[in-house]
């Protein structure tokens, strides 16, 4: 944590992340922020890796125990820890020497390429744009300072996961300067954290087609950490437990939103050899044909009517109808359960039309898959959780497991969850599921699942419904349709409410203040005063 002074006698404790973004932010100045997020993801990899190779560096130098008679100038030595191997022109001592050097954008970008020269497995990642005209060098020694400033790939910092926090802030707060070009490579973390709660990756191969920048890679790690207790006992000694059960594929059509996951994954020490790249994408060049995944995870793109369609009118993955040219939803969700092994089990967000649509064959195709008994579970999201896009949005989550058992305890019922007043509102455009949200959601779908009798309908928030139930609908999956209003509450807190309302406008005004005052801030620099 670091200290920020609001008064005289105030002293507010914020996160290092918070600290550390407001500094950085300050010294963008007028760089595009798409082009930034860059510039400054790339230096914190720099500066991990730095720190990494140190960490090591001292160990192998002092030739102790398992380290007598090793060389630290040797790169093997590090491979063999799983430890990247930086040349000396890539050192962070090395680079902020030389930060106040007009030729320093240079430097970086020799040492990225040094780095990828010694270290195969980051070829074409990491960024060289840092000689660019456009690139402020003053401002570029600043932010090298800045960074400088904190320990990330040591191993107390390693051990807390600063790094970690860190990138994972700033991919979120550069999402959120982009807007709707942001939610091409961000998944905001309470939708991610949802979909793996609700998946439970415990083992096994999972799979995301359109990866973005590698956030459900990564909540997946998280998720497997979190619940060591589930393994053997001893699970606890076990050094990187997820690389031991789980098995990452992912495919990415965005060549530097590509880049932006492989680094993710590599401070994380997740083996990302299976992330791979195309500009086809997915559907015209499956990066992995043969895969049968046991999880599929995904954010694919809403409604995307540039898919190529009209050159896969005969692929073998539409086995539950030909998905329409002018719509890609139905292509994304029969992609999902092509790479679906038997008892795999797929959750992906969606556009909330693709519930309801009969245009384009759309309602048959979403027919056949509910009366093969795949569909498992629908979750209705609230609005303004995704910085993309205003379409209302929805998670389906889809069971091999249902339709090659014919004796599954769920085969024959549908669950449906109404989550759309959940949330709370972070600033005026944007949502966030809360960790009670998450559980509240998550433990109704595992109860449900168990099908020991832990599970009831909740009128106006879930309903288990039956394919009868269904099909009475026409194969309608909106989940308002089914779970009904909620019961009147008899305690129902009219002061409590008013002062929750309250506070929601406060804040909202804060947010119009202060856009108000970045307006004024932005018009006063090209001479217009207010």
């Not at 010694?118 to 020694?141: F, I, M, R, T």
């Not at 779970?483 to 409410?497: A, N, Q, T, W, Y």
Request: hydrophobic letters at 35%; a negative charge; charged letters at 30%.
């Amino acid at each position: 944590m670091a200290k920020v002074k609001k008064s005289k006698n105030e002293v507010k404790e914020q996160p290092i992340e918070q600290v550390l973004w407001a500094a950085a932010d300050k010294l963008r100045k007028n760089m595009d922020a798409a082009e930034y997020k860059h510039v400054v993801l790339g230096l914190i990899f720099l500066k991990y890796i730095s720190d990494s190779f140190y960490d090591l560096y001292y160990k192998l130098k002092e030739g102790k125990g398992e380290y007598e008679g090793a060389d630290p100038d040797d790169p093997y030595e590090y491979r063999a820890e799983n430890v990247f191997y930086v040349p000396p022109q890539a050192r962070w001592d090395y680079l902020q020497s030389r930060a106040k050097l007009p030729t320093i954008g240079k430097d970086i970008d020799e040492a990225m390429e040094a780095v990828e020269k010694d270290n195969p497995s980051l070829k074409g990642v990491l960024p060289k744009e840092y000689a660019k005209e456009k690139l402020d060098k003053q401002s570029l020694g600043g932010l090298i300072d800045l960074i400088g400033t904190i320990a990330l790939g040591d191993s107390v910092s390693k051990s807390s996961d600063i790094l970690g926090q860190v990138y994972e802030y700033f991919l979120g707060q550069f999402a959120l300067a982009e807007g709707k070009k942001g939610g091409q490579f961000y998944t905001p973390r309470s939708v991610v954290q949802l979909l793996v709660e609700m998946l439970e990756p415990y083992e096994g191969r999972v799979f995301d087609p359109c990866c973005g920048s590698g956030g459900m890679f990564v909540q997946s790690e998280k998720f497997v950490e979190a619940h060591r207790d589930h393994y053997n006992g001893k699970s606890r000694e076990i050094d990187k437990l997820f690389e031991r059960v789980v098995s990452i594929y992912g495919q990415e059509s965005n060549q530097t939103t590509w880049r932006l996951c492989k680094m993710n994954l590599a401070i994380r020490g997740i083996d990302s050899s299976n992330v791979l790249w195309n500009n086809e994408g997915s559907f015209l060049n499956d990066a992995h044909p043969d895969l049968k995944a046991d999880f599929v995870i995904a954010n694919p793109p809403f409604n995307d009517s540039d898919w190529s369609g009209e050159l896969l009118r005969n692929d073998g993955r539409w086995k539950y109808g030909v998905p329409p040219v002018s719509n890609a939803n139905y292509a994304w969700i029969q992609h999902f359960l092509y790479h679906l092994s038997p008892k795999g089990t797929a959750g992906f967000v969606m556009a909330k039309g693709s519930l309801s649509s009969k245009t384009n064959g759309e309602g048959e195709i979403r027919k056949n898959i509910i009366e093969a008994g795949l569909v498992d579970c629908i979750v209705n999201l609230p609005a303004k959780l995704f910085l993309n896009t205003q379409i209302p949005a929805c998670l389906w989550f889809l069971s091999r497991e249902k339709e090659t058992n014919p004796n599954h305890p769920r085969r024959n019922t549908i669950l449906f969850i109404d989550a759309r007043n959940m949330g709370t509102l972070i600033n005026r455009r944007t949502r966030e599921l809360t960790n009670e949200d998450i559980r509240k959601i998550a433990d109704t779908y595992h109860n449900w699942k168990k099908n020991d009798g832990s599970y009831e309908d909740i009128p106006g928030f879930c309903k288990s419904a039956t394919l009868d139930d269904v099909r009475e609908l026409d194969y309608v999956l909106t989940p308002g349709r089914y779970v009904g209003l909620p019961e009147e509450e008899d305690d129902f807190d009219f002061e409590e409410r008013v002062k929750k309302l309250t506070a929601e406008l406060k804040a909202q005004m804060e947010e119009s203040a202060k856009l108000d005052e970045r307006i004024k801030e932005n018009l006063a620099k090209v001479g217009i005063e207010l």
